[in-house]
């Protein structure tokens, strides 16, 4: 009989578990905390843990966890939910297919400048929407590309799709990973936003170079025709990618400028959905019907970040994540920092297998994570890092990522045959994603 991998919310309700009965054996215990003034956070007192009276978790405890992690976890469970429903009346427009066939048809012979316009597109969408499964309806399109340019398909799709799950590692402003993740860190989104678009900028650089010299084959010359029949981009297309692409923008004026949270840039995006919906020719039924098809695709993540967020509500009011930092923090005490960092990344790298779900670790490894920097004497934003690199880059060859193996199944490149190319050139963003990981440690 051929088992199968259990599904996230199976994996994640036995966290629940698992940490409901975590609390029979670890003792409750916190750390001293005091004020500091120059952030207004709470931060621990090194060497002040302290045991104090069991608060043992109950079958009821168990149950009630639940509801109440997707309380607390509200504001990005509705930012999930209006975002990505908004995303979804945007391709079902056809923007973004007309968009992207219309820029392939635009260069014949110009290849390279092709891939890097192609990569930067998605890694914009990667970074501001985490793009990922809207790729699959792109598969029939990257496959003619292959063949018309006589390149290595999943060079195509490394570039298209890789660039995404990237863009989404790296960015600054991504909802469902670093925004998230500083927001559970306590710190300001704003904080680190040009580091943060400085790596990524180098990432998608080196990702792009790599696959437009490793992935052309033999045979393969600059005097190619035209890729794709040149079919102009329609008026309401134009509009709608305009109108996306103000969204991002706003959105990210919205974190720099006017310090925006998960509900202003709830109700941008939601704007921006029905506009496009709109003038998609979709009308007012059509786009409230869109929306509440989109909300049905993205419920899914919204119930993973309500059960993270009961996970760690177990482990909180039970009084042992203090001591569960505490017993992290002894082998790293004696480490120079540089290596700690290190353990902390490969840490998040390893946990992203059993837990797909970025946003869901986010919110499992950050409450940890955080307070465990305080003790190292650390920001945290190295917290944030180790967990923003660490996990995020895991999605491009991990088989837990549904998004990425329903991607490559639907362009007809088998796993081992995606994982055979695609090795080489992650090991190096990864390297690069610990470099920054590390070099945060002297710029923050």
């Known amino acids: 009989m051929k088992l199968s991998f259990p599904h996230p919310i199976i994996i994640l309700?036995?966290?629940?578990?698992?940490?409901?009965?975590?609390?029979?054996?670890i003792p409750s215990g916190e750390f001293d905390r005091v004020l500091d003034e120059q952030t207004g956070r709470a931060v621990v007192v090194p060497g002040s843990y302290h045991e104090i009276e069991d608060r043992n978790a109950s079958v009821y405890d168990i149950f009630l966890a639940v509801p109440e992690g997707f309380i607390e976890g509200a504001d990005i469970i509705v930012l999930i939910l209006l975002l990505g429903s908004s995303f979804y009346v945007i391709e079902k427009t056809g923007a973004l297919e007309a968009g992207l066939t219309a820029l392939i048809s635009s260069f014949g012979k110009a290849k390279s400048l092709l891939f890097y316009l192609l990569s930067i597109f998605f890694a914009l969408c990667g970074a501001t929407f985490a793009m990922q499964e809207?790729?699959?309806?792109?598969?029939?399109?990257?496959?003619?590309?292959?063949?018309?340019?006589?390149?290595?398909?999943?060079?195509?799709?490394?570039?298209?799709?890789?660039?995404?799950?990237?863009?989404?590692?790296?960015?600054?402003?991504?909802?469902?990973?670093?925004?998230?993740a500083l927001n559970t860190a306590e710190l300001d989104p704003s904080e680190g936003f040009i580091y943060r678009l400085a790596f990524l900028a180098l990432a998608i650089l080196i990702w792009t170079t790599y696959h437009v010299r490793a992935g052309k084959l033999k045979g393969a010359t600059n005097d190619e025709t035209e890729i794709l029949s040149n079919t102009p981009?329609?008026?309401?297309?134009?509009?709608?990618?305009?109108?996306?692409?103000?969204?991002?923008?706003?959105?990210?004026?919205?974190?720099?400028?006017?310090?925006?949270?998960?509900?202003?840039?709830?109700?941008?995006?939601?704007a921006v959905g029905i506009a496009a919906g709109l003038v998609g020719k979709l009308g007012p039924n059509g786009t409230a019907k869109t929306f509440a098809?989109?909300?049905?695709?993205?419920?899914?993540?919204?119930?993973?970040?309500?059960?993270?967020?009961?996970?760690?509500?177990?482990?909180?009011?039970?009084?042992?994540?203090d001591t569960i930092i505490y017993g992290l923090f002894q082998p790293l005490e004696s480490l120079p920092t540089p290596?700690?960092?290190?353990?902390?990344?490969?840490?998040?790298?390893?946990?992203?297998?059993?837990?797909p779900s970025t946003s869901g670790q986010a919110l499992l490894t950050i409450p940890l994570a955080g307070p465990l920097t305080d003790l190292l004497g650390l920001s945290r934003q190295v917290a944030v890092f180790t967990y923003q690199y660490g996990a995020g880059l895991v999605d491009v060859f991990s088989p837990t990522n549904g998004g990425m193996m329903a991607v490559i199944a639907a362009a007809g490149i088998s796993y081992n045959y995606w994982l055979r190319y695609i090795w080489k050139p992650i090991l190096i963003?990864?390297?690069?994603?610990?470099?920054?990981?590390i070099l945060s440690i002297y710029s923050f």
Request: proline share 3%.
């Open 13 to 25: 309700l036995s966290f629940v578990v698992i940490s409901a009965l975590a609390t029979l054996i």
């Open 134 to 180: 809207e790729i699959i309806a792109l598969a029939p399109v990257l496959v003619i590309f292959g063949q018309r340019i006589n390149y290595d398909l999943r060079s195509v799709v490394a570039i298209v799709l890789g660039s995404s799950l990237i863009g989404g590692s790296f960015s600054p402003m991504n909802p469902f990973g670093s925004l998230l």
């Open 233 to 270: 981009l329609s008026l309401r297309h134009k509009i709608i990618l305009l109108l996306t692409l103000g969204g991002i923008g706003a959105m990210g004026w919205g974190i720099v400028i006017q310090d925006w949270g998960f509900n202003e840039m709830s109700a941008c995006f939601f």
């Open 293 to 321: 098809e989109g909300f049905g695709e993205m419920i899914f993540a919204g119930v993973i970040v309500g059960l993270a967020r009961s996970v760690y509500l177990i482990l909180q009011d039970s009084l042992i994540i």
């Open 339 to 355: 290596l700690a960092v290190t353990g902390m990344f490969i840490s998040n790298s390893l946990i992203h297998f059993p837990v």
């Open 429 to 437: 963003i990864m390297a690069l994603g610990l470099m920054a990981s």
